[in-house]
């Protein structure tokens, strides 16, 4: 396994400075958000210009890109599919090997998502990459029993495990193991049950990551680990303090 840094984790910054700081804390592996309401790489961006977009997420080879965590908003289905698809080129060259999205909200027609979801894993496997959905609260995978009949209906499809979701969520902590056949990548952070503690600093929540990688190495996964503290305003301590924190636990655990 290795362990990466969401580019999440310096939004404050501009991308530039954000991928110089995750340098400078000594990462190798970069999990860069394409986001198009975030304050990095954009779709809309990737598509007009891929190698421009490729020149943005390159600072040197002590730090590359890993993952991609995508978030398209676009205003037609064939506009979606066309930026997934420069996303995916990007990655192709970029040498990224895992693309995660977002599954519908909770409550969305199951049908209509399992062929959403098999479109996209159509286009991403043309490039020879993975595509994950997030466990995440709000949305069909906020349940590990859905986010596991998910991944049975669309063949192809993995999971990207962010415990946080599981234990702050409506989950509350209950074990998700059944999820750990499906994960193809994962998000870290640490987390409390109780409302407001969906990010603490780390060792003050619940999140068990010598448990998670045990898990994880029942079923061979051999892929990455990704800081994901994303830097938020009301995060009440210094975000390069506490990434180089998981980072250093993580890299003692694998």
């Given at each position: 396994?290795?362990?990466?840094?969401?580019?999440m984790?310096?939004?404050?910054?501009?991308?530039?400075?954000?991928?110089?700081i995750?340098?400078?804390?000594?990462?190798?592996?970069?999990d860069v958000?394409?986001?198009?309401?975030?304050?990095?790489l954009k779709?809309?961006?990737?598509?007009?210009?891929?190698?421009?977009a490729?020149?943005?997420?390159?600072?040197?080879?002590?730090?590359t890109p890993?993952?991609?965590?995508?978030?398209i908003d676009?205003?037609?289905?064939?506009?979606a599919?066309?930026?997934?698809?420069?996303?995916?080129?990007?990655?192709?060259?970029s040498?990224?090997?895992?693309?995660?999205?977002?599954?519908a909200?909770?409550g969305?027609?199951?049908?209509?998502?399992?062929?959403?979801?098999k479109?996209?894993v159509r286009?991403?496997?043309?490039?020879?990459l993975?595509?994950?959905v997030?466990t995440?609260?709000?949305?069909?995978?906020?349940?590990?029993?859905a986010?596991?009949?998910?991944?049975?209906?669309?063949?192809?499809?993995g999971?990207?495990?962010d415990p946080?979701?599981?234990?702050?969520?409506?989950?509350?902590g209950?074990?998700?193991?059944e999820?750990?056949?499906?994960v193809?990548h994962v998000?870290l952070?640490d987390?409390?049950?109780a409302?407001?503690?969906?990010?603490?600093?780390?060792?003050q929540?619940?999140?068990?990551?010598g448990?998670i990688?045990?898990?994880?190495?029942r079923?061979d996964?051999e892929?990455l680990?990704?800081?994901?503290?994303?830097?938020?305003?009301?995060?009440?301590?210094?975000?390069?303090?506490e990434?180089?924190k998981l980072k250093y636990l993580?890299?003692?655990?694998?």
């Open positions: 396994m290795f362990v990466a840094c969401s580019t984790c310096f939004a404050r910054y501009p991308l530039d400075r954000a991928l110089r995750i340098g400078e804390l000594e990462f190798s592996k970069l958000a394409v986001h198009e309401h975030g304050p990095h779709p809309s961006e990737v598509v007009a210009d891929v190698s421009a490729l020149q943005r997420i390159r600072i040197g080879p002590s730090l890993a993952a991609f965590s995508v978030e676009a205003p037609t289905p064939e506009e599919d066309r930026q997934m698809q420069a996303v995916c080129r990007l990655a192709r060259m040498t990224v090997s895992v693309l995660t999205i977002a599954a909200a909770a969305a027609p199951w049908d209509a998502e399992v062929q959403r979801l479109n996209l286009i991403v496997e043309t490039q020879g993975v595509l994950t997030a995440r609260t709000g949305t069909l995978t906020e349940t590990p029993a986010a596991v009949q998910l991944c049975e209906h669309v063949p192809g499809l999971l990207t495990l946080s979701h599981y234990i702050n969520g409506p989950h509350q209950a074990s998700y193991d999820i750990f056949p499906y193809r998000h952070r987390t409390g049950r409302q407001g503690r969906f990010q603490v600093r780390v060792g929540g619940e999140v068990e990551y448990r990688i045990n898990q994880l190495e079923y996964y892929r680990l990704s800081v994901s503290i994303h830097d938020v305003a009301e995060a009440p301590f210094a975000m390069e303090t990434v180089r993580l890299e003692s655990l694998v």
